[in-house]
């Protein structure tokens, strides 16, 4: 398979496709409804998810490479320990964001909170956070395809 194709499959349609998708919404309901959909998915931190998957998939190719004896293994090692932390961090920030909905849920007669978490959605620095760790993620994983393979 082509680098092309290969990058088709593994960050364009992880990534894109949903948004594609969802401006299927467009015809039938209009592009208000479309963009607020869009918007409604990046906030409630699922690039995070992705995120997570595109890691993990650079991490196969990692062991792959480890498994076949290419490259240098104290350095394909760093990579995976440092794929992994990126993981859980990214783990860690959809679970933070996501804690506080619950809790708020769980405390319906006590008093609301203000502040841009109390509704339970994510603070524009998390949104922007999620955008980061997804294209760095795409970016590694592009990274460790080409030079292992």
């Known amino acids: 398979m082509n680098l092309f194709f ?3 499959l593994n960050l364009g349609v992880p990534i ?7 401006t299927l919404v467009a015809p039938a ?16 931190g699922q690039l995070f ?3 997570i ?32 932390v990126m993981a859980f961090a990214c ?18 007669g006590a008093p609301r909170r203000t502040g841009s978490l109390a509704d339970g959605s994510f603070s524009p ?3 922007v956070l999620s955008i980061f760790f997804t294209m760095i993620a795409a970016a590694f994983l592009a990274f460790l395809h080409v030079q292992l393979t």
Do not use: Q
């Not at 309901?29 to 409630?44: N, T």
């Not at 290419?70 to 320990?81: F, H, I, N, Q």
């Open 6 to 8: 290969w990058m088709l």
């Open 16 to 22: 894109i496709g949903p948004i594609f998708t969802l």
């Open 29 to 44: 309901h209009g592009w208000r409804v479309a963009k607020a959909l869009i918007a409604g998915s990046v906030k409630d």
């Open 49 to 51: 998810w992705c995120a």
């Open 53 to 84: 998957g595109l890691l993990a998939a650079a991490v196969y190719e990692v062991l792959t490479a480890l498994e076949r004896g290419r490259g240098e293994a104290s350095v394909l090692a760093y990579w995976v320990v440092g794929l992994c």
């Open 91 to 108: 783990s860690s920030l959809v679970m933070s964001g996501l804690v506080n909905p619950h809790s708020g849920r769980a405390r319906a």
């Open 125 to 127: 620095a998390e949104i």
